[in-house]
């Protein structure tokens, strides 16, 4: 994340209390921005108002900053609470909110963490983002609870459109489609209808990019738990994939260990179905698909962006779009 | 709640999707507010607009309405979540919705609420409410934090200041404060700064009564478990009080109780502790303690509101309020 975002986040969020308990709570809120997102997608709608003509310096600049700053914040926020929900162990190579503090304060600090990004929203001041951060938390609140209620309710009978349509859902529109329409937005620009593919395409290529990089072993700079969304009991495309055409025997055994909530999930159980997936072609299946999510969504996007104020700036729109789905971390 | 409340929740909030996972799931963000809250806030805030010249059928008074819908979703929410971070089992009569759908639906249902709460804000379009939603989402995310952070670390070393210091958080800002002056913002006019100290002895008084209504046996109307409190270890008036003067054995059994969690408390240690509490008069020494704070915080009330547009809606209001420390539900 650029340094004047969290900058922007640490003059947001309050710092002291005479109170040592609320000095603790400050410290909460700040600590899962302090970790250091990479920032993706507060650099995309930076880029995004660049694009569409609003110069460095200037106020509409400064109101760009700002909607940056409330992305991050609502990434943070949704972190806080999807680890709880998942039971994730760590974030950003270090351990998950609620495992430092227990559910009930990660959940409250996630909560006012929520209220502060709308804050940032308010101090940005651009007519219209109120409406896209809306969108943007029902969209990815739908997307959630596919996830969530297909792990669940134990669903493994789904298709590649199913997953498709969640990832869309819970990822595409906090990671490409608001964040370029922001960017626009904070130009006084009306953003162009062509994002929502794009940003559909380059969603499910990065969510999908997601998942292979939990399942490979050298993922260095990933920062979450190896193998974390099979502890989790996750619907992948690859173990998707995987599962329609892996033998019976290996089946029952994957749908029995998914079954069993992630304490007593057993190791090796877990140790043996990462080697099923890697052996099978399944990760490279899903990588494959992925390429071709990011090149549909980056000739959508080239569309988009072809009548810009600024076309050098779209030309690293592209950069940045296409590194989605090559990542490594 | 007001039927027409209750009315531009439903007009807010999605109700049929083709799929039938996410017809579920709007079916969850109906729910809490479907179970039919008091709507005593919502109810102190209309009374508060038309006491400052809110015209009923006028456009102030339809963005009065959308204000008091946007905090019974304010209070939906975070009931969804305090459920969750207490495990509590029952809210208004109901299992508490985590114990219908698991906790990772019911947490993503109180943000996907909490967004919608937003909505609504925007919708009353008053100048300054914004500010007054995020001022009271902070202040109760300190209060819980307060309240949480207390349950956590096992602290019962603690005085009716800090008791009092919690409560006004937790509970003066969004069941009295706030509604007041978003009453008077909805007249166009500036609130009062005596709504904050009125607010503060009255949310207090409103909170110790809770707190005693949570161990009166017959509370009819209630709607959470008689006892939940002792259950989820909350820090009391009650407690507090009791525990100061209570002959050492009681102290160190109590004190060890309460060192378990919740699902490995002894009902019949509970019982005891209950019959301890019932016995010693510290019930009705709290009971005492909301009475003065209510008469200290009406009598500022009445000062508050002495030159509003129309006197004879304050007198309402002062009824309102008076029957927050004698309430039976």
Redesign the interface.
Known sequence: MRPELLGLIYELL?ETHS?P??Q??YS?LRDYPARGGKGLRSELLLLSARAHGVAEQSSQWQSALWLGAAIELFQNW?LI?DD???DSEERRGQPALHRL?????A???G??L???M??AV?RAGVPGA??E??EM??RT??G???D?????SGEWQLSETDYL?MVRLKTAYYTVIVPLRLGALAAGTVPSPLFTPAGEALGAAFQIRDDVLNLLADAGGYGKEIGGDLLEGKRTLITLHWLSGAPPEQQRLFLHEMARPRGEKDPQMIARILDWLRESGSIDYAQRFADEQGADGLTELRRALMNVAQPETAAQILQLAEGYVTRRA
């Open positions: 309050p109170r308990e609320l603790h709570f909460l949704v609470h709880i929900a998942d503090h227990g559910l009930p304060l959940l409250n600090a909560d006012a929520h209220a502060y709308w804050a308010e109120m409406g951060f809306l938390i029902h609140a739908e959630q609870h596919l969530l209620t297909w792990v669940a349509e």
